[in-house]
């Protein structure tokens, strides 16, 4: 702060200068100089001058030029385009920025393409970023928020700042031939004052094969000093951001959690509030903001504008032939496809969703009219299922004959949601099998793993492995290969018709065989020659090539023939340094290759000089994870257990004195259970008498005064569940002092007490234990009307109820059971659970069962097969060999049944696309 104060510095960080402005002004208010000059304590201003004088600096002439002149050398061979050159609003729509409808009335065609914009709460959060940026610091910014919410639009308004700048900043949007293949290919060429356009991050990130190298790829450029400032502008989707940032078992996207845990997530909001909107309105005579305002449910105006409602109606009120085609791309997008979707895909999935009936009366137009209405404008909106032209590659001719197709994202989001619970039809696997490239058949054969489409996965990852090594690794570990007692044959087919080119993911599949001694299949991989044909542009891959060949040569239990054979493909690999064609553009992986090699007890060819290693610490497991702040009770329970456990009797009993059980709310079943339990603790087994009587008096308030079985929220089935089970196991703490107990429930007036009171009991112990009883009564009768989504909050449920110990009036217990059961929970329970709690519908399965409702437990077990839990549910079952793509169980099979015909002879020949 000197430095800034001296002129030294100029600060880096907005925020931090704001921080401190806030704290001079507090201290302005407590002496009262608050008044003298106050216009000096307004953000707004230091804003302004910050950004002012940022510009300034970066403006002086002569450095300006010199960047200038500098910049326009090196960006010849750069990724993107100058920011400049995309200043016309028609050019936020290359970026995908939705279009807002244009209504049919006079006058519409002098609207502007994009409606005004108003900037929120989010967009100052994002401001910094981009401002922070422009200061001379890379940094990644990430939107969160539903489909159609506005993400896209705030990052194309915050480049305002950016096209300000003297030095010229570049955008880059990968795209093609994948997007993360885009992504991967440009990275070592990004310079800096570039911005990385990532729309659809998850598009990106969750790729089977690359999503990791991608986020890797990424944390790498924002860390590298010598390309500052480099600006990486995502979006993702709640689901999608809790799927990458969850950490799971296997751990499929650490990278990808770590980036984004680097990042800057701005959550986007659903809605403009009723303040929002009117300001929006007074932006200009825009007629659609003030349609959107009158129409639009719940504050929803950018849906609106982008068409939501029209387009969800337009689904409904779908043809069939147009609904065919619909559904099958919303199932295509769901079980791992990406944006584009081919037109033949399409026609040849969607034939299998159409009735027999329904087929006769389209089949003649078949798809050319389905595909015309999906893409037809109506009411000024676009239709559901567009035709898109993706730019071709420099030398590439345009893919006039193969058209694709985009499903917009809001239906997408919607066909999620309804289609959950819904097995594709049969056409759509085997059209993928034509017409998928090899990463999409990695993806969906993963979705059908889930679904336990054994023999679909086995087919998909079959015919992807004749073009990619990786799904070649994917096929022989996969576990229903290993369940039909066909992974010897797996691995030899494999082995002989996987392509060697790529040697990164050879070198995984080599691994793979040799860590389950395949010897049989690492023998005939290793006399197609992989030395000699596998591609040398890729430094890490060419290095765990060798390492693998080098482990396979050395390795003392694998037979001496494949040794030698091995020994062989490593002498001719290294012998070809002379024309290895590193990507010397990329500084990591050259120095992961020297590491590596070093690693691995190989020489370094001398051809290449090669830097030592020098590793980036990793910060991808020390992320601070982003947890949900607890409720003030449990809360107080936790505070309660750790000053026990730091033996803090003080602090413990000045906690205690704040009579914190009159201070928590009730209504988080979850909370109250376990601060109830804390205070049970507390009164008996404390070694302190003063601790003891307070946690008494405590816990007799929050149980006695406080009612939580009446004034407990019901959105928490399983913590309903504990406070219920905990009741019924710890109240007689205070039930058994009677008088006590009978004297505090008549001084309240406490309803339950009174009803018992005037009926028949022996004395004042009889009479606590009836009003015990009714408070479990009570609580069992209201929990029977729980919110449904939890199916392990559900299954704790009916699994407490159903217990014959339950200390509740006679038939009360049952009753709440069947209602529980009658409002059909296993059709409104999430069947997948959540990403850290994977097993919350076997539970609930089970519960079911064990209560003999036999119909509800199928039902439910069949919705979570659909939805991708079947290998959750069915794990441990022997001789399983999945199901039918209608969901019916599969008869046995083998290899042979399965196994690609096409490729069924593969014997020595070379993979796919590749040269002999």
């Not at 303040?275 to 639009?296: F, H, N, P, Y």
């Not at 080119?501 to 020659?529: C, H, M, T």
């Not at 090699?597 to 497991?621: F, H, K, M, N």
């Not at 929990?783 to 449904?788: F, P, Q």
């Amino acid at each position: 702060m000197g430095d800034w104060l001296r002129g030294d510095r100029f600060p880096q960080r907005l925020e931090q200068l704001l921080i401190l402005v806030r704290e001079i002004r507090a201290h302005a208010e407590r002496t009262g100089e608050a008044h003298l000059e106050a216009a000096l304590f307004d953000p707004g201003r230091w804003r302004i001058a910050y950004r002012a004088e940022a510009r300034r600096r970066a403006g002086d002439t002569r450095t300006a030029t010199r960047t200038a002149q500098a910049q326009a050398a090196l960006a010849k061979g750069r990724p993107g385009r100058l920011l400049r050159e995309l200043g016309a609003q028609s050019a936020a729509f290359d970026l995908e920025v939705h279009r807002a409808f244009l209504p049919e009335e006079e006058g519409s065609d002098a609207l502007p393409l994009l409606p005004p914009y108003l900037p929120r709460a989010h967009d100052r959060l994002l401001a910094d970023v981009v401002d922070h940026a422009a200061a001379g610091t890379s940094a990644l910014a990430v939107l969160v928020g539903g489909s159609s919410t506005g993400k896209t639009r705030a990052l194309w308004e915050a480049l305002a700042v950016l096209r300000e700048q003297p030095v010229e900043w570049r955008l880059w949007h990968p795209l093609a031939p994948s997007r993360p293949e885009a992504l991967l290919s440009g990275v070592p060429d990004i310079g800096a004052h570039t911005i990385v356009w990532l729309n659809e991050a998850q598009e990106y990130l969750s790729d089977p094969v690359l999503g990791e190298r991608v986020a890797a790829g990424l944390r790498a450029l924002l860390r590298d000093t010598d390309r500052f400032p480099v600006l990486v502008l995502a979006t993702l989707w709640p689901e999608h951001w809790q799927r990458l940032t969850a950490r799971l078992d296997p751990d499929a996207h650490a990278q990808a959690r770590a980036l984004l845990g680097e990042g800057v997530r701005v959550r986007v909001p659903d809605s403009f509030t009723a303040a929002d909107a009117s300001v929006l309105l007074g932006t200009g005579t825009d007629s659609r903001l003030r349609r959107a305002r009158d129409r639009a449910a719940n504050g929803e105006i950018t849906q609106y504008l982008a068409g939501v409602p029209v387009l969800l109606q337009r689904y409904e009120d779908a043809p069939a032939d147009a609904r065919a085609l619909l559904d099958a791309a919303i199932d295509a997008r769901r079980l791992g496809w990406g944006t584009d979707l081919p037109a033949r895909f399409l026609a040849d999935a969607a034939s299998g969703y159409l009735s027999a009936a329904d087929w006769d009366r389209h089949g003649e137009r078949w798809p050319v009219s389905a595909l015309r209405d999906t893409d037809e404008h109506r009411g000024g909106f676009r239709g559901p299922l567009t035709r898109v032209r993706p730019r071709p590659q420099p030398g590439e001719p345009a893919t006039v004959d193969r058209p694709v197709y985009r499903l917009a994202d809001a239906l997408e989001e919607h066909g999620r949601r309804i289609r959950a619970y819904t097995f594709p039809a049969e056409t759509f696997w085997t059209a993928a099998l034509v017409h998928a490239d090899p990463p999409t058949m990695i993806a969906l054969a993963e979705s059908a793993e889930a679904r336990g489409l054994y023999r679909t996965q086995v087919r998909l990852l079959a015919t992807a492995a004749l073009s990619h090594a990786a799904a070649a690794t994917e096929l022989v570990d996969s576990l229903v290969v290993f369940v039909v007692g066909a992974r010897d044959e797996a691995s030899r087919w494999a082995a002989a018709a996987v392509p060697l080119s790529d040697p990164g993911p050879l070198a995984q599949f080599l691994w793979f065989l040799r860590f389950k001694v395949q010897y049989e299949a690492i023998a005939i991989l290793l006399n197609r020659g992989p030395g000699r044909r596998a591609d040398l542009h890729d430094p890490v891959g060419v290095a765990h090539l060798v390492d693998r060949l080098h482990e396979c040569a050395r390795h003392a239990g694998c037979p001496e023939p494949e040794r030698a054979a091995a020994h062989t493909e490593l002498a001719t690999l290294l012998n070809r340094h002379p024309d290895w064609d590193l990507d010397t553009a990329d500084p990591e992986s050259i120095t992961e290759f020297a590491n590596t090699l070093r690693g691995s007890g190989t020489d370094v060819p001398a051809a290449q000089p090669l830097p030592e290693y020098r590793p980036d610490a990793d910060t991808s497991d020390t992320q601070e994870q982003e947890e949900e702040e607890p409720t003030v009770a449990s809360a107080v329970a936790a505070r309660l257990r750790q000053l026990v456990e730091a033996e803090n009797d003080q602090a413990l009993t000045a906690l205690l004195a704040g009579q914190p059980a009159r201070r928590v709310p009730v209504t988080d079943a979850d909370g109250v259970a376990r601060l109830l339990h804390q205070l049970w603790w507390l009164t008996l087994f404390h070694a302190a008498d003063d601790v003891r009587q307070l946690a008494w008096d405590e816990g007799a308030t929050l149980f006695i005064e406080r009612r939580p079985w009446e004034n407990v929220g019901l959105t928490d089935s399983a913590g309903v569940a504990l406070l219920l089970r905990w009741l019924d196991q710890h109240s007689p703490l205070w039930t058994n002092e009677p008088d006590w107990l009978l004297h505090q429930l008549e001084q309240s007036q406490e309803p339950l007490y009174l009803h018992q009171r005037d009926q028949p009991h022996r004395d004042a112990q009889h009479l606590a234990w009836l009003w015990e009883k009714a408070v479990l009564g009570r609580l069992a009768t209201r929990a029977a009307e729980v919110t449904l989504t939890d199916a392990r909050g559900v299954a704790s449920l009916l699994t407490v109820m159903s217990e014959p110990t339950l200390n509740c009036p006679p038939g009360v217990a049952r009753a709440a059971a069947a209602r529980l059961l009658e409002r059909n929970p296993a059709h409104h329970v999430l069947p997948l659970g959540t990403d850290h709690d994977r097993y919350a519908p076997e539970e609930l399965i089970r519960a079911l069962r064990n209560v003999g409702d036999q119909e509800a437990a199928s039902h439910l077990e069949q919705r979570a097969f659909a939805a991708g839990a079947y290998t959750v549910i069915m794990r441990g079952e022997h001789q399983d060999y999945g199901l039918l793509p209608d969901g019916t169980r599969s008869p046995a099979w083998g290899w042979s049944d399965v196994v690609p015909p096409h490729s069924a002879d593969v014997t020595s020949t070379p993979g796919r696309g590749e040269p002999a």
